[in-house]
C-alpha cells in the first residue's frame, strides 16, 4: 500500500528553485532512501512531506488522497514522523520525559491531576526494548547518551505514538560505524514493524544497507529512481559520486 507519494513536485523560494520535478513512493513496510549532497534538495522534500513548507508545483498524495500540508502538526496528525538530524530533544532531562515530552500521560482529578512517572518509565523502557535497545536506566538525563542512541530514542518514540510514515533525516551522518549499525538496525524494525520511511542520506553504503527505493537528488532535480533490484551497490555510488562528471574529471586529469 502507498503511504505517500510525491508526482512531479516542485517547490520554488521567490526566483530560487529548490525542487523540481520530484517523484517518489513510499509503501507500507519499505524503505525509500533519497540521496544526495549538500544543496541538492533534500532539506526541502523533508520540509514539503513533513507540513513545514508546502509545494507549488505537481502533487502530493496521502493514503491515495490528493493534499497539500499545511502544518507539521497536520503531517503528524496524518502519521507523517520527522526526526531531524539535529534532534528536538531537552539534554537535561531524563530519556523517559524526553520520550513522552508534550504527550504526557496523566493521572488524578482536579487539582490533584499530575504525570504518570511510573507509566511512563515502564513504557518508555518497554517500547526501546521491543525496538531491541536495552537500556537500564531511563531516568539518566537523555544528554548522557551517544548520538547513536539519542536517534533510537526518537525513532522508537515515533513508533509508539503511532506513526505510519517515519522521515529520517541524516541519521547516521555524525555516528561512527558501530553506532550508525544500531540506528540501522532499528530503522530496519521500523520497516518490519509496517512503517514506510523516507531515509535521507549521502552515504550509498547505508542507503544499500536497507533501502528498497533509491531516488537521487542534484541541484534540486531527480536525477535517478532505481529499485533495489534495478541497481548494484557499485553503480549506486558512482552516480552518488558523480556518474560521467567523475568519468570526464578522471579523464581529465589523466591526460594533465
Not at 60 to 78: I, N, V
Not at 208 to 234: A, H, N, P, Q, W
Request: glycine share 10%.
Amino acid at each position: 500500500m502507498t503511504l505517500v507519494e510525491l508526482a512531479d513536485v516542485s517547490k520554488h523560494y521567490g526566483n530560487i528553485r529548490a525542487l523540481a520535478g520530484v517523484s517518489l513512493e513510499v509503501d507500507t513496510g519499505e524503505i525509500t532512501c533519497v540521496l544526495g549532497d549538500n544543496g541538492a534538495g533534500k532539506s526541502t522534500l523533508i520540509k514539503i512531506i513533513s507540513g513545514l513548507h508546502q509545494h507549488d508545483g505537481g502533487v502530493l498524495r496521502l493514503d491515495g488522497e490528493e493534499t497539500m500540508l499545511s502544518s507539521p502538526r497536520e503531517a503528524l496528525d496524518r502519521g507523517i514522523a520527522t526526526v531531524y538530524q539535529d534532534l528536538a530533544v531537552v539534554p537535561l532531562m531524563p530519556v523517559w520525559r524526553n520520550f513522552f515530552l508534550g504527550s504526557e500521560p496523566r493521572k488524578g482529578v482536579g487539582p490533584f491531576k499530575r504525570m504518570d512517572v511510573e507509566v511512563m518509565k515502564r513504557t518508555t523502557h518497554a517500547e526501546l526494548l521491543r525496538m531491541g535497545i536495552d537500556l537500564r536506566d531511563v531516568d539518566q538525563p537523555i544528554g548522557t547518551l551517544s548520538g547513536g542512541e539519542r536517534q533510537c530514542v526518537a525513532i522508537a518514540r515515533a513508533v509508539h505514538f503511532g506513526a505510519k510514515v517515519l522521515v529520517l533525516d541524516e541519521p547516521t551522518a555524525a555516528l561512527g560505524v558501530k553506532q550508525s549499525g544500531v540506528v540501522l538496525k532499528l530503522v530496519a524494525a521500523a520497516r518490519d514493524e509496517g512503517l514506510g520511511v523516507v531515509f535521507i542520506t549521502h552515504n550509498p553504503h547505508h542507503a544499500y544497507m536497507v533501502g528498497d527505493r533509491f531516488v537521487l537528488l542534484k541541484r534540486g532535480t531527480m536525477v535517478g529512481s532505481y529499485t533495489r533490484e534495478s541497481i548494484e551497490l557499485d553503480e549506486l555510488t558512482r552516480q552518488m559520486a558523480g556518474g560521467n562528471e567523475l568519468d570526464d574529471l578522471r579523464h581529465e586529469l589523466k591526460r594533465a
